[in-house]
């Protein structure tokens, strides 16, 4: 593998305020290709379902429709080499959590974000850790836009040193689209550290620690935003988690990229292992 490493500059970041930024990882004929993966898939009829293509009926099971509709395609990359062998195996990244890893390396997460023009709604405040209430505290995430990333369709936003804090539990509100960050101590954070935008050319990458509050706003642009993400974890942090294994996958083992595919799933198992509690309800 190369040596592609973040510099002590960006390994000095992600200490201090919780994240590091490097450009141009991917070019951007992989990223037009990348996206004609997932936009092929997103315009596939559903199955069982009677496709329409009328383009004046957007809204409903036509191909725009369908654009128009998906948010997010959760645990995708494992079904798409194209994907899997650029990113989330593919050797610069690889080099990057590897840095931070160790030499045995599993995706814990894979997914792909979809933000359509003036439709792209917002995802709240959250820890990745408050979400997943597995008792994981250092896996290692990224994010990677497919086009540009901009204030204006929905850039990610972070609270800088934010990854210091800890573990918080996440609440639900009556408008909530998942648990979130109590909104009272988010403003807090807020006024204390500020907001950074995380504003990414074509190919750029995001790293940041699983304990980062972040958020991303609504995409009120005519320019969708298409993104892959992942989050890199070792055998060592899995053993602590105290939820089941679900949806891992080797990428390294032994320092050695695994080109297999389908990915192999992992068999680490922690038998004491048991669902969180439901999330609080708050009345607002």
């Given at each position: 593998m ?5 510099s ?9 305020e919780?994240y590091f ?8 004929d ?7 993966v ?20 957007p ?6 429709g369908?654009?128009a509709?998906?948010r ?6 494992v ?7 650029n990113?989330?195996?593919g ?19 894979n997914?792909c ?12 405040w ?5 979400l ?17 990333a ?23 509100y ?22 950074h935008?995380?504003e990414?050319?074509?190919g ?35 053993s ?16 050695i ?7 192999e799933?992992?068999?680490i198992k922690?038998?004491d ?6 999330y ?5």
């Amino acid at each position: 593998m190369n040596h592609w490493l973040p510099s002590k500059e960006q390994k000095s970041q992600y200490d201090n305020e919780g994240y590091f930024i490097l450009r141009n990882v991917i070019d951007k004929d992989l990223a037009a290709e990348l996206r004609g993966v997932l936009r092929n898939v997103i315009m596939l009829p559903e199955p069982g379902k009677f496709v329409d293509f009328d383009p004046m009926n957007p809204m409903k099971d036509t191909p725009q429709g369908r654009i128009a509709r998906y948010r997010k395609l959760a645990n995708f990359c494992v079904q798409s080499p194209l994907i899997w062998h650029n990113i989330h195996a593919g050797e610069k990244l690889l080099n990057i959590a590897r840095y931070f890893l160790g030499k045995d390396i599993i995706v814990k997460y894979n997914s792909c974000f979809l933000k359509p023009p003036r439709t792209g709604s917002a995802t709240p405040w959250h820890q990745d850790n408050g979400l997943w209430r597995d008792g994981e505290t250092e896996p290692f995430n990224f994010w990677i836009p497919l086009e540009p990333a901009t204030k204006e369709n929905g850039c990610m936003q972070f609270i800088p040193k934010s990854h210091k804090t800890e573990i918080v539990e996440h609440v639900l509100y009556s408008d909530s689209i998942h648990g979130e960050l109590p909104r009272e101590r988010v403003q807090e954070m807020i006024l204390k550290n500020g907001i950074h935008h995380i504003e990414l050319d074509t190919g750029d990458v995001v790293f940041w620690h699983s304990n980062m509050w972040h958020y991303s706003p609504p995409n009120t642009s005519d320019k969708s935003r298409i993104a892959v993400a992942g989050v890199w974890t070792n055998p060592e942090i899995m053993s602590q988690r105290k939820r089941g294994i679900q949806n891992c996958y080797w990428a390294m083992k032994d320092g050695i990229v695994c080109y297999d595919f389908p990915p192999e799933s992992t068999a680490i198992k922690n038998k004491d292992s048991k669902p969180p509690n439901p999330y609080q309800r708050i009345q607002d």
